[in-house]
């Protein structure tokens, strides 16, 4: 892979992180040059060294985030997983992107589904297969050129109703990505905790990404419905 990469087209990424985009590793800095401007298209296929959830009592938690592509219940060790991160032009006409994760467990196949979009200068992130939860995302980098994400506020939207949703009943992500020279892949690493009971779910592992020709998203990887509130 070329680690040259200079980022010629401004992304979402790019414009909600600032300066702080161009100290990214290089290779980041392409994968998170996603967008309608760059015409391209991110496939990552790789390996989830380990998948793990908390205490027995997170189990219904997570069954209830299954159900909408959201969070996965299971738990294994070397799991082949895809990422794919297409640009498409939302129903509001919103650049929006693809985060879309599938796992292939043992049993069955899990994702994780989310749609990211620019807001005021923010990234807004809306989780599962009909975009019910929104949430703030926090970017930087880290001394090594990875990638920091921190998530933050959250709002529940479904039909008419919408609320801020309490941080009591939901948790709080930290994730990490990097790329790995000498491997030649990228490396990621995520958690989600909550501030009372401590940690929910995470898993860590290693990929490495196709770059194709895209200005649209298939359909497969679209939410069911789009929420236009933010």
């Known amino acids: 892979m070329n680690t040259t990469y200079v980022q010629h087209a401004t992304s979402m990424f790019a414009a909600a992180m600032g300066e702080e985009f161009r100290r990214l590793h290089p290779m980041l800095q392409r994968r998170f040059g996603v967008g309608l401007a760059g015409g391209y298209a991110c496939v990552g296929t790789g390996v989830m060294t380990r998948i793990r959830r908390g205490p027995w009592w997170t189990v219904p938690f997570l069954q209830i985030g299954r159900f909408r592509n959201i969070l996965v219940p299971d738990v294994g060790t070397g799991i082949p997983f895809v990422i794919e991160n297409y640009p498409y032009r939302d129903p509001y006409g ?33 989780l599962g297969t009909h975009q019910h ?45 990097s790329y790995d020279d000498a491997a030649g892949v990228f490396r990621i690493r995520l958690e989600v905790r909550n501030r009372v009971f401590g940690f929910l779910f995470g898993y860590e592992g290693a990929f490495r990404c196709d770059f194709v020709d895209a200005d649209d998203a298939p359909q497969r990887l679209k939410p069911v419905r789009h929420e236009v509130r933010t």
């Open 133 to 177: 939860l929104a949430v703030d995302l926090s970017l930087s980098t880290d001394d090594d050129g990875g990638l920091v994400l921190r998530s933050d506020a959250q709002r529940f939207y479904a039909g008419p109703a919408g609320f801020r949703f309490p941080m009591l009943f939901s948790g709080r992500a930290l994730l990490r990505e």
């Open 94 to 126: 919103r650049e929006t992107v693809t985060f879309v994760r599938e796992f292939r467990m043992p049993r069955r196949r899990h994702r994780f589904d989310a749609t990211m979009v620019l807001v005021d200068g923010r990234i807004v992130d809306y």
